[in-house]
């Protein structure tokens, strides 16, 4: 099993629905992200969580929330998709300073 | 603005030969930086990182080097392979804020056999 799992791998959905991304980890690191990539942009932070009590806004974060339920699980919700929301996304951990586990990636598309 | 920049978006060398990603930032309280390589449909990897203390570090057929003074980071592949075409993403990591990584636009690399 992986060390980082993201589900789905991917999604279709339409503009103004809401729609749930999924990330859980094995690692037992304490600190999740989540970025997305995009073309010409490389991955960009969305948001960033350090423990089970912290979350924090990253570069990007209009359009999206987060929910970080335990230690091990960490999702991102679009509350309502539009097009410009199509991307690959990314969940990442770490431990303290030391360097991220990436997950698999979640392709989305909003249509 | 793009902190952390890779202003090529793609290389392509001969197997064989040096391949040498740049990469620029602006920020001076980054304190570490790293390298990952992204294959398509997987997510990044870590490759190799390097401390703003140091000037350069190495491991195997990859080296990277710090300029500080000019905020310029590169990574050197010798020699080499096919394998090695993927995605390659600078990241650094700012100076007292834990493990949050900014990276670049990546560059994508492709060796010719």
């Known amino acids: 099993d992986a060390d980082v799992t993201q589900t789905p791998r991917n999604r279709i959905t339409k503009t103004g629905k809401r729609i749930m991304l999924e990330c859980s980890q094995t690692?037992?690191?304490?600190?999740m992200y989540w970025y997305r990539q995009d073309p010409g942009l490389g991955l960009r932070l969305i948001y960033y969580?350090?423990?089970?009590?912290?979350?924090n806004k990253g570069e990007i974060s209009d359009g999206y929330s987060v929910s970080r339920q335990a230690q091990a699980k960490f999702s991102l919700s679009l509350e309502s998709a539009i097009p410009n929301q199509t991307a690959l996304y990314f969940c990442?951990?770490?431990?303290?300073?030391?360097?991220?586990?990436f997950g698999s990636g979640t392709r989305l598309t909003v249509v | 603005d793009q902190q952390v920049k890779q202003n090529s978006p793609s290389l392509s060398v001969q197997e064989g030969r040096i391949s040498i990603l740049n990469c620029d930032y602006t920020?001076?309280?980054?304190?570490?930086f790293l390298w990952y390589k992204k294959y398509p449909a997987e997510g990044p990897t870590f490759l190799i990182s390097?401390?703003?203390?140091?000037d350069k570090n190495e491991d195997g057929r990859f080296t990277v080097f710090l300029n500080k003074s000019a905020k310029h980071l590169s990574l050197h592949i010798v020699p080499s392979q096919p394998g090695d075409s993927a995605v390659y993403f600078c990241?650094?990591?700012?100076?007292?804020?834990?493990?949050?990584?900014?990276f670049g636009q990546g560059t994508e690399l492709s060796v010719k056999p």
């Open positions: 390097i401390s703003s203390i140091k």
């Open positions: 990442a951990t770490s431990h303290g300073r030391n360097g991220y586990t």
């Open positions: 990241a650094a990591r700012y100076h007292n804020q834990g493990g949050k990584l900014i």
């Open positions: 690692k037992g690191h304490d600190r």
């Open positions: 969580s350090f423990d089970v009590k912290d979350i």
């Open positions: 920020n001076s309280m980054f304190d570490y």
